[in-house]
């Protein structure tokens, strides 16, 4: 029996062009190169310039990624903006990039899961098309998390930093099994207990403003490994593959000991993975479809190629996602 599937048919990314790097930082708090490097695998981070939205970014990166797919914006008929750092309370950032690509017709909207945003709107996208409501959808991840720092606390502010990337899915039946290109599987978790290890403390019900990002970094890093490999593990089991069928693994790149560490445990091979937190730092919803397309674009993906995503962050959220290129 043949399955609807959502077949990525291109991908694309934005940085801002400010480089702001360790050594940089270590002049405004008290911090160090070695340190950040030591801890995070962070060299130095992208910030977004003055005035420079969320939107934006995110319509640079899907203007990149409908020109890969060779389509125009008109085919696309949804939208799904994975941000924490939306333009304004509302409405969705994804209705200014629908505007700014000149898109009249289907639905654009926002999805919030922190670091686990490209995720959860991937799988929400998924769906959608698998339901047969929509055919062609941008998923985009675009962040400003610099607007969100708390720029005198080192055990933070040297972490993050802003960009967008944006892939184009489309219906496409396929023969029904786990050599199907598109996306084969995603798997979605959250857990509020821990909603206060990693927050902004601010927002509009609450304080009226947008607040700082407090994270518990120490308590992430104790939980990150175990649910990243349990959700892993659970979307292998669904689709009848293991880690030595995983070509490239392209992780949420929050810290480069967590990636390791989660490879590792997988049994995924060094060579797969691909690694941007080096250059990036952490861009939350931005970073997988970031580090997908700087894949893409040194052409290291190729047709055919088993993809595993996984991302983990605020609420807890976590998820993975398995996707044949
Ligand atoms: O996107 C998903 C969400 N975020 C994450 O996944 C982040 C998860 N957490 C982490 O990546 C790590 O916990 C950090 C990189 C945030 C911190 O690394 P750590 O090895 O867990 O360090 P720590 O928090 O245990 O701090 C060790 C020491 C502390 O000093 P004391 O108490 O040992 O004297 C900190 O005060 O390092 C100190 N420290 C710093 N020193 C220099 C904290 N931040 C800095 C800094 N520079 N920027």
Redesign the pocket.
């Known amino acids: 029996m043949t399955a609807r599937r959502s077949i990525v048919l291109g991908c694309g990314s934005y940085l801002p062009s400010r480089i702001v790097t360790n050594a940089e930082?270590a002049r405004k708090?008290?911090?160090?190169d070695e340190?950040?490097v030591q801890?995070?695998g962070i060299h130095e981070r992208r910030i977004a310039a003055p005035g420079e939205l969320t939107s934006q970014m995110a319509v640079h990166a899907a203007r990149a990624a409908l020109a890969h797919a060779h389509l125009d914006a008109q085919s696309i008929d949804l939208i799904v903006l994975a941000t924490s750092t939306p333009d304004n309370t509302f409405p969705a950032s994804a209705v200014s990039v629908q505007a700014d690509l000149g898109i009249t017709h289907g639905a654009a909207f926002d999805l919030q899961a922190?670091?686990s945003g490209f995720v959860y709107a991937l799988a929400t996208a998924d769906g959608l098309i698998k339901s047969g409501a929509f055919s062609r959808a941008l998923v985009i991840g675009a962040e400003t998390f610099s607007r969100l720092l708390d720029w005198t606390d080192?055990?933070?502010?040297?972490?993050f930093g802003d960009g967008a990337g944006a892939v184009v899915l489309a219906a496409q039946e396929q023969p029904g099994g786990r050599e199907d290109r598109g996306i084969l599987v995603v798997r979605l978790r959250s857990d509020g207990r821990y909603k206060s290890k990693?927050y902004v403390d601010g927002g509009p019900s609450s304080t009226g403003t947008v607040g700082h990002l407090r994270?518990e970094?120490?308590?992430?890093?104790r939980h990150?490994v175990a649910m990243i490999t349990d959700v892993v593990e659970d979307a292998f089991r669904a689709t009848g593959t293991t880690a030595a069928d995983v070509d490239w693994f392209i992780p949420?790149q929050?810290?480069r000991?967590?990636i390791d560490g989660s490879a590792h445990k997988l049994g995924i091979a060094p060579a797969k993975i691909v690694t941007t937190v080096d250059r990036h730092g952490?861009t939350?919803a931005a970073?997988i479809p970031l580090a997908l397309a700087d894949a893409v674009a040194d052409r290291r993906i190729k047709r055919g190629d088993l993809l595993l995503f996984e991302?983990?962050?605020?609420g807890f959220t976590w998820g993975a996602a398995l996707v044949r290129w």
Do not use: Q
């Open positions: 930082l708090v008290d911090t160090s340190w950040i801890r995070t922190v670091c080192r055990g933070t502010c040297v972490l990693l994270m970094g120490r308590e992430v890093f990150a949420h929050a810290n000991r967590i952490n939350s970073s991302a983990m962050g605020g």
